[in-house]
């Protein structure tokens, strides 16, 4: 059987735009009998080409059988023989079937690296605090400078954006509730509606709402790249502690800044919601102040600002742990920096709800 | 083995060149032939601007005046199909592969060949296998990301992914920077043995002598804003210029040359 090599002539170009049908034609060539390959009339050859000749080569040879190829340009053999030499051996990976344990086992996992996470995020917290505790009983080892200038990345930078979003909460609010009020012919406890509701809650929250943006994603990508460039390793071989460099500074910036941030969204909002509350309902400046004065508890303003100092280590401690959780690619930067910035928002938006109910017990 | 371009088709042409950053002058009135099948090896000190040339051709960089002229197309004013097409006839290697890393070694080797209309996917990935078995990389490499691979290995990477459209020009940029001895020898012969074999026209921008001593057909050297001269090894070594002087006879390229295979 198979005395006779069948002949098989190609011509054209044998490249990787026409790799498909060429494969597709000698795929179906049975391997069964000797092959003679006829390249006279190919006018140009590439490795896909080359690829696809070889493979066929592969196929008869294996079932035994001859193979050669006439009319090959000299480029044409040095690139078969490039191929030849050079073929893949495959290895197997087996591909592996996902049982019902497997499952249990990611479920596990996840449930795991969850409380790892947090595990994580109090062990921070906790370096955090022992190297605090250490910059008292060693000043020089304490960043100044560094502290200053976070607190101006921190604070005075974040000031117009945080003082535009609550004046503008004020003017939601006052335009809102009087719409409302009025209905019972109530306009006058707008100011009431305001003042308590940014006090005690809106004020604080949206601004670590904005802080958590724009400083705990600031937070991972400085520290990130700092680790993806091998500087916090050259850091600890020059002795020097990453956590009193880099975390301290951050942090305290954030829990002296967010406070007086917060204290600027609740002026801020309250002018807001005086100057929409005069516009829209004519409660003059005058009297929105006295209101505001004699029905107001100055306790809401502490209620709302005790939650600040908890809210900036959250927001401190996410970003900085995050920017420790960064590898060695770009992708991991990315993803641990919006990973930051959710994370911060949502700790922080609990820890709110934790808050209130707190007070709520308390009778605060 | 020298196939020396006799021909002298001139695939790469740069004439007047001017590249400007601000106030500072990179090149200034360069000129540049890169003929079909040979490896030129760009040489020049610090900051003399070889990848910024590299850049330049590779139409990654507007120059501020000249001409650059690749397989005969404009490449500065070509329209958007000329240049789509152009790209797929050069590949270029960066200095450190510039892996995408969101994909896997074979899936980077593939991303260009997805460009080819209506190439199997099922052949796209086992031509990809083959293009990284031909740069000397295992098979399971095609599996891994490339921040699991070493700096050896992500170059080789690189390279297979240039290579992944059979291309016609290879612009390589420092090549063997960051490697081993054995690593960059061992990239020397695969580049030679691959450009010789597929046919390619190599721009290599290198600083290592070795590279040059045993890849390079021709050597540019960048100097004083412009290519001040081209030529064989032997041709280099009796330039007069005092920074060529001093590169070529140093005490390290005097240790290249003794190991360079008969001082090619």
Known sequence: MGEVPAR??????L?????????????????????????????????????????????????????????????????????????????????????????????????????????????????????????????????FTSLVHHCEEVGLKAVPIVALMAFLIGVVLAFQGSTQLRQFGAEVFVVDLIAISILRELGILLTSIIVAGRTASAFTAAIGSMKMREELDAMRTLGIDPAMALFVPRILALLFMLPILGLIANASGLI????????????????????????????????????APVFAL?????????????????ESLGRMTSNSVVISIFAVIVADAMFSIFFARMGI | MTAKPAQSEAVIRVRGVRNQFGKHVVHENLDLDVFRGEILGVVGGSGSGKSVLLRTIAGLQRPAEGSVN???????????????????????????GALFSSLTVRENVEVPMRA???????????????KISMVGLPYLAGEKYPSELSGGMRKRAGFARALALDPEI????EPTAGLDPIGAS??????????????????????????????CDRIAVLADRKVLVTGTMQEMLKVEHPWVHEYFHGPRARAAQMQSPGGK
């Open chain 2, 170 to 173: 290879m612009f390589l940029d």
């Open chain 1, 15 to 143: 490249t990787v735009r026409s790799v498909t049908q060429l494969e597709e034609t000698l795929s179906k060539l049975e391997a069964s009998g000797a092959v003679s390959l006829d390249l006279t009339d190919v006018r140009r050859l590439d490795t896909a080409g080359a690829w696809s000749l070889v493979a066929l080569r592969r196929r008869v040879e294996g079932a035994g059988q001859k193979f050669d190829v006439v009319g090959v340009t000299p480029e044409a053999e040095s690139l078969l023989d490039v191929v030849t030499k050079s073929w893949p051996s495959v290895e197997e990976v087996e591909p592996r079937k996902r049982s019902l344990s497997d499952l249990l086992e990611i479920v596990g996992r996840k449930v795991g690296s969850g409380v790892g996470f947090l595990l994580d995020l109090t062990s921070y917290l906790g370096l955090f605090l022992a190297r605090l505790g250490r910059s008292f009983l060693h000043p020089r080892e304490f960043r």
């Open chain 1, 314 to 330: 959250i927001i401190g401690v996410v970003g900085c742990y995050a920017g420790m959780q960064v590898q060695s690619n770009a």
């Open chain 1, 8 to 13: 098989v002539a190609l011509r054209g170009d």
């Open chain 2, 70 to 96: 690749v397989l005969g197309v404009d490449v500065l004013k070509a329209d958007e199909d000329t240049s789509a097409a152009l790209e797929q006839r050069w590949g270029v290697m960066f200095q450190d």
């Open chain 1, 272 to 307: 807001g919601g005086a100057l929409m509350s005069w516009a829209d309902l004519g409660i003059s400046p005058e009297m929105f102040a006295t209101r505001l004065i004699e029905n107001t508890d100055v306790a809401h303003v502490f209620v709302g600002l005790v939650k």
């Open chain 2, 116 to 130: 080819v209309d209506g190439l199997d996917p099922r052949i796209r990935a086992e031509l990809a296998d083959l």
């Open chain 2, 186 to 215: 061992a990239f020397d012969r695969l580049i030679r043995s691959l450009s010789r074999s597929l046919g390619l026209t190599v721009f290599l921008v290198t600083h290592d002598l070795d590279t040059l001593h045993a890849v």
